[in-house]
């Protein structure tokens, strides 16, 4: 499988990608704490 990483402009920020052979995912770390909330919290 290989990976490609890739960050994307999106309302003057920029979000990191990663685009395996059958889908594309979304880094969320850096959304949810951009938004003001605790990562841990979110994915508890």
């Not at 990608?17 to 951009?34: F, H, R």
Request: hydrophobic content about 50%; proline content about 5%; overall charge negative.
């Amino acid at each position: 499988m290989s990976y490609k990483y890739e960050m994307i402009p999106f309302h003057q920020h920029q979000i990191m990608t990663v685009q395996t052979d059958d889908s594309v995912m979304v880094v969320m770390k850096p959304i949810v704490e951009a938004l003001g909330m605790s990562s841990a919290k979110v994915f508890v």
